[in-house]
Nanobody
Framework: VQLQASGGGLVQAGGSLRLSCAAS????????MGWFRQAPGKEREFVAA????????YYAESVKGRFTISRDNAKNTVHLQMNSLKPEDTAVYYC????????????????WGQGTLVTVSS
C-alpha cells in the first residue's frame, strides 16, 4: 500500500489543522492506520491509531482530547484532526499502515508515507 500525507502547515498556538493520508494499492480497508510524528532532534513517536473498521482508536497521552483520528474506507483516506495545537506539537507527521493494530512505541507499522510538516507558533 502506498501512502501520501498532506495538510501540514503553519498555525498559531490554539489553532487547528486537519491532516489527511490517501492510500492506494492494496485494499485499504484491510489495514489498520496510524499517525506518528518526529520533532527536530527527537525520536519518532506514536500519535494515534485506528483499526481497519474504525471501531477502535488509540491515542498518545499527549494528544488525548485534542486530536481525533478517523477514516473513510470508501475514499481510502485517514484523517487526523488536530485542535488546540501547542508549540510542542511541531513536528513532521507521518501516516502508517499495518495489518496488525498497535499503539505506542512498540508498534512498528510496515508501510509508511512521506511526512507532512506541522509548525505551531507561540
Amino acid at each position: 500500500v502506498q501512502l501520501q500525507a498532506s495538510g501540514g502547515g503553519l498555525v498559531q498556538a490554539g489553532g487547528s489543522l486537519r491532516l489527511s493520508c490517501a492510500a492506494s494499492g492494496r485494499t485499504f480497508s484491510s489495514y489498520n492506520m496510524g499517525w506518528f510524528r518526529q520533532a527536530p532532534g527527537k525520536e519518532r513517536e506514536f500519535v494515534a491509531a485506528i483499526s481497519w473498521s474504525g471501531r477502535t482508536t488509540y491515542y498518545a497521552e499527549s494528544v488525548k482530547g485534542r486530536f481525533t483520528i478517523s477514516r473513510d474506507n470508501a475514499k481510502n483516506t485517514v484523517h487526523l484532526q488536530m485542535n488546540s495545537l501547542k508549540p510542542e506539537d511541531t513536528a513532521v507527521y507521518y501516516c502508517a499502515a499495518d495489518t496488525v493494530l498497535g499503539s505506542g512505541s512498540s508498534w512498528a507499522p510496515e508501510y509508511w508515507g512521506q511526512g507532512t510538516l506541522v509548525t505551531v507558533s507561540s
